[in-house]
């Protein structure tokens, strides 16, 4: 009875297991083709070939290809009026052409502005000349004139270091009333003149001056812990002044003046103090006109 048993577990855990677990063949079936990975393509061609029979030349069968062909334009309309020629109409001056072309490229290579826009804000667009690997901006002739008041080294402590470059004071007048003073920093002397004069163009006043070429009254001004102290002279005096303050008194023109630095002896803060002074200061007919009465009656 227990043989019976064991052989009837035997056949039947058997065909439990072959039934349970299918093949490899069910998995991985045999092809009946070999499978090939490479694919062919034909010639294609986006435009549909034409046959020499579907091309309708009759056209030109009447055509003489010798013969000489007469234009015949067609006739305008009532009330045309032909636009003018190209030609005709009054030339353009040199100055309406230069004013076109800054308008649509920018100032010239000559480094004028028609249009009164400044020079070196356009670098790409400044003739610039190379002299051993240095790059060279034309100056700018506007009728002002430049004076360096001080040229100094500054550095810049950073990780690596220090970093050391040059900063410029510049003065720009036409010693007729305007001047500007001006501050810029490169790491050459001439870049540093060149931004400090470009700076001090942006900053132009205008320095009210009697007939005598002085100023109108006295006046004080402040910048920073630098104080100057201007005023008027009589004719023949000149410019009684030092430092900062009489390179911008001379710079715009004044030639009878006296001027006094007090306080600090900076030269930027006393250029800068100057031209606070200068702001402050009227001529008669501003006065006159803000106290609305006849400008003879000031001195009564």
């Known amino acids: 009875m227990a043989a019976t048993t064991t052989a009837i577990a035997l056949t039947l855990s058997s065909f439990t297991l072959r039934s349970t677990i299918p093949s490899k063949s069910f998995f991985f079936p045999k092809p009946s083709k070999p499978i090939s990975l490479r694919r062919t393509f034909g010639p294609l061609s986006l435009t549909p070939q034409a046959k020499s029979s579907d091309i309708d ?23 045309f009026t032909p636009p003018p020629s190209f030609d005709e109409g009054p030339e353009e001056t040199e100055d309406e052409i230069a004013a076109a072309y800054e308008e649509l490229y920018g100032p010239a290579y000559s480094g004028v502005s028609v249009l009164g826009n400044d020079v070196y804000v356009m670098d790409s667009k400044v003739k610039k000349s190379s002299a051993f690997g240095k790059v060279k901006k034309e100056k700018v002739r506007d009728g002002f004139e430049e ?18 470059h040059f900063r410029a004071i510049v003065v720009v007048g036409d010693k007729q009333g305007q001047v500007g003073v001006g501050v810029g920093k490169a790491k050459e002397v001439i870049g540093a003149v060149q931004k400090s004069a470009v700076n001090a163009r ?49 710079m715009a023109g004044v030639e009878n003046a006296l001027g006094k630095q007090l306080g ?28 609305g009465i006849p400008m003879e009656e000031l001195w009564k």
């Open 147 to 164: 004076r360096v008041v001080q040229v100094r080294r500054v550095t810049k402590v950073v990780k690596g270091g220090k970093q050391l």
């Open 202 to 250: 942006r900053n132009i006043i205008t320095i009210p001056m009697t007939k005598y070429l002085t100023f109108p009254h006295r006046s004080e001004g402040d910048y920073g812990a630098a104080k100057v102290m201007l005023r008027p002279a009589a004719p023949g005096t000149g410019v009684i002044a030092g430092g900062a303050v009489r390179i911008v008194l001379e």
């Open 264 to 291: 600090s002896k900076n030269a930027l803060n006393n250029a800068r103090a100057t031209v606070v002074a200068v702001q402050k200061m009227k001529q008669f007919r501003e006065v006159a006109q803000e106290r």
């Open 57 to 79: 030349t009759s056209f030109f069968d009447d055509v003489n290809p010798e013969e000489d062909i007469v234009f015949d334009p067609p006739t305008p309309p009532e009330g």
